[in-house]
């Protein structure tokens, strides 16, 4: 559906468009190397690599502003593009960095044999202990920080800081931390399992090992493309001319997840920070922020200020942190387009929300803020999100279920793109 002006369309009566459902091939195994909350499928990107060809638009950059793990970035540079990507948690910008480079075999075993070797000569000694972060301490039981201590150790000592076969033994540490900590599996919200047994650490490496290794045997994307993954916080990204020619990107939805909080293993464990909780400010749809709600309540757009309204009523402290949100969102479509190329496309993929009641039109409101910002010939399309992908049900810990009786969350979500015409 073709938007220009009116907004006041019915969006849930918007017909999902097949062609966005699913991929025509299997999605690579270097996608699922480390787990990553609201990935969205692989094949939105070749997908949207076609639209815009379609479109007659030529496209040498593409960036995501929230790369996430890195999965626009993998298949960016699969179909042989140029990549310019940004995320403010450092551990998804660890994987995406990762993901975005072909490593030989050969040295992938030396190193993972050296890591071995030298792990059995570290010992690790009271005082290291008593220099593990508390909140470490909390999620792990001392056998299993011991074996990660001498494993990120060993893992330092064998590989040349500024290899990239560094940030992929890494990535490797980050995703065990899981399975061997105490965090109940699978859950959205950190909390302890007390029944847990937690994996053996090296197990659980030796393994996370072996699926990236064969991942890399198969990984076919392109040396030639240039790629740039920046830890940063888009808002803060001063951009003096348009370098982009698509822009392939799903935002976060507001308070869905706390990106900060579900990856506190890694950023404590890998020293991004001392304190997890000091990445909640900058994030775009936390429900921590330290903001001015009559002056953003003054900047929202008019589907904004409506939604926000009605939540007040509900529910004063969701009401700030949505207003936050939109006007963060306002400032990013802003961004994005400042970003763009003549002729150049953007794709957001975005699902709406429901709170105590409220109808969260995440989707409108993006559309009314292309509108403003310049964006011409706004189409809108609905996509299925796959029940492999994503069951829409969660049960009352927030994991996911099949379980029908469960709170709904999201079970569809649009496809809304934009172009930049000057003149
Ligand atoms: C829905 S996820 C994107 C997932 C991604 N498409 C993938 O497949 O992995 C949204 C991402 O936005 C990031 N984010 C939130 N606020 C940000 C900000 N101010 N600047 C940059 N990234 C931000 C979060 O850390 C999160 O990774």
Not at 268 to 281: H, P, Q, T
Not at 361 to 372: D, T
Request: hydrophobic content about 35%; some cysteine; aromatic content about 12%.
């Amino acid at each position: 559906m073709q938007i220009n002006e009116n907004i006041n369309i019915d969006f849930d009566a918007i017909p999902i468009e097949k062609f966005w459902n699913t991929g025509d091939v299997k999605e690579n195994k270097m996608h699922r190397i480390h787990s990553y909350p609201a990935k969205f499928p692989a094949f939105i990107t070749s997908k949207a690599i076609d639209y815009a060809k379609n479109y007659g638009s030529n496209v040498d950059w593409i960036a995501d502003m929230f790369c996430g793990c890195g999965t626009t970035a993998y298949e960016a540079t699969r179909n042989g593009k140029n990549f310019w990507g940004s995320d403010i948690n450092p551990v998804a910008t660890l994987i995406a960095k990762t993901k975005s480079q072909i490593y030989k075999d050969t040295n992938l075993i030396r190193y993972y044999n050296s890591i071995l070797l030298n792990y059995g000569n570290i010992s690790i000694t009271q005082n290291d202990l008593e220099k593990i972060n508390e909140r470490i301490k909390y999620w792990f039981n001392k056998e299993q920080i011991v074996e990660l201590l001498k494993l990120k150790i060993s893992i330092y000592e064998s590989i040349p800081i500024k290899s990239k076969y560094l940030n992929f033994f890494l990535t490797a540490f980050s995703n065990i931390l899981k399975p061997t900590s105490m965090w109940l599996t699978k859950s959205i919200k950190p909390q302890v399992d007390p029944n847990k047994k937690p994996a053996k650490v090296l197990n659980a490496f030796s393994k996370q090992f072996n699926i990236m290794r064969i991942a890399n045997l198969e990984n076919d994307i392109h040396k030639k493309s240039q790629v740039k993954i920046e830890n940063i916080n888009f808002l803060n990204k001063k951009t003096r001319k348009p370098f982009v020619d698509l822009i392939v990107t799903s935002p976060p939805y507001v308070t869905s997840y706390e990106y900060a909080d579900l990856h506190q293993l890694s950023t404590l464990w890998l020293d991004f920070v001392n304190d997890y909780k000091s990445l909640r400010e900058g994030t775009i749809g936390s429900l921590y922020h330290n903001s001015d709600f009559i002056k953003d309540a003054k900047v929202l757009n008019k589907t904004g200020e409506e939604i926000v309204f009605k939540l007040y009523n509900q529910d004063k402290r969701k009401a700030k942190s949505t207003a936050k949100y939109f006007v963060d969102m306002q400032k990013t479509i802003k961004k994005s387009f400042d970003m763009l190329n003549n002729n150049g496309i953007a794709l957001f993929v975005i699902g709406n929300t429901e709170y105590k009641g409220v109808r969260i039109n995440n989707a409108k409101h993006l559309v009314e803020s292309m509108l403003n910002v310049g964006f011409k010939d706004i189409e809108i399309t609905k996509r299925k999100i796959s029940n492999k992908i994503l069951t829409p049900y969660r049960d009352k810990n927030g994991k996911f279920t099949t379980d029908k009786n469960s709170r709904k969350v999201y079970a569809e979500e649009f496809i809304v793109t934009g172009k930049k015409k000057n003149g």
